[in-house]
């Protein structure tokens, strides 16, 4: 248990469909990160927020929409997704330094199929 | 373009003996690495670090060396175990405030008894 919970853990949904992934940490972080893991491919930055201030899009396409209420929150709204988008979702969150310690804790992600 | 390499996708070891794990990356503005360890279902968790300002960080049965001319870093496990058999990944940071990691692809490693 690394103190990131993500839900649900596993999520099939329809290309037409509109789904959202949730993410929750209560470790005091202010920094919080989507990240995606397709097969065979190393783990893929999507997103980064800094307090609760999107401070980083990673070319992704607007079918993914982000939102952080606040710093422990932080959701991915799925909308009119592709079968490519099919991945392995996961968020994380680090305290917010300047300097070194960027160490990120991760939740255990969303497993996510696109029919 | 990949910033981070793993380029052996397996390791095979026996439990007791070492496992070294490498990883190259061609961005010289990094200057800190992590390796983390995934087991199947779960997200990847935080194993050890290090800094460029170092060579080397040991933690128990864990030593990550770090090569900043060659722009290598490689993590031992000794001695190996059997619950060690896991999915490892190498990331690496420029030192931005936000902590953004880059990924290796990973090594899947297997210790067996």
């Known amino acids: 248990e690394t103190g990131v919970t993500q839900t649900p853990r596993h999520l099939v949904m329809g290309m037409t469909n509109k789904k959202s992934l949730k993410c929750e940490q209560h470790l005091g972080h202010n920094a919080m990160y989507w990240y995606k893991q397709s097969a065979k491919k190393p783990l893929e930055l999507m997103f980064v927020?800094?307090?609760?201030?999107?401070?980083e899009n990673n070319s992704v396409p607007s079918r993914f929409s982000p939102e952080c209420p606040n710093s422990s929150h932080l959701f991915l709204h799925l909308h009119t997704l592709q079968p490519e988008d099919s991945a392995l979702y996961l968020c994380?969150?680090?305290?917010?330094?300047?300097?070194?310690?960027?160490?990120?804790?991760f939740g255990q992600g969303t497993r996510l199929t696109v029919v | 373009d990949q910033q981070v390499k793993q380029n052996s996708p397996s390791l095979s070891v026996q439990e007791g003996r070492i496992s070294i794990l490498n990883c190259d990356y061609t961005n010289s503005m990094f200057d800190y690495f992590l390796w983390y360890k995934k087991y199947p279902a779960e997200g990847p968790t935080f194993l050890i670090s290090?800094?460029?300002?170092?060579d080397k960080n040991e933690d128990g049965r864990f030593t990550v060396f770090l090569n900043k001319s060659a722009k290598h870093l490689s993590l031992h496990i000794v001695p190996s175990q059997p619950g060690d058999s896991a999915v490892y990944f190498c990331a690496a940071s420029d030192g931005t405030s936000y902590g953004k990691l880059t990924f290796g692809q990973g090594t899947i490693l297997t210790v067996h008894p």
């Open positions: 290090i800094s460029s300002i170092k």
């Open positions: 927020y800094s307090l609760e201030e999107r401070v």
């Open positions: 994380a969150s680090s305290p917010r330094r300047s300097s070194r310690d960027t160490e990120a804790f």
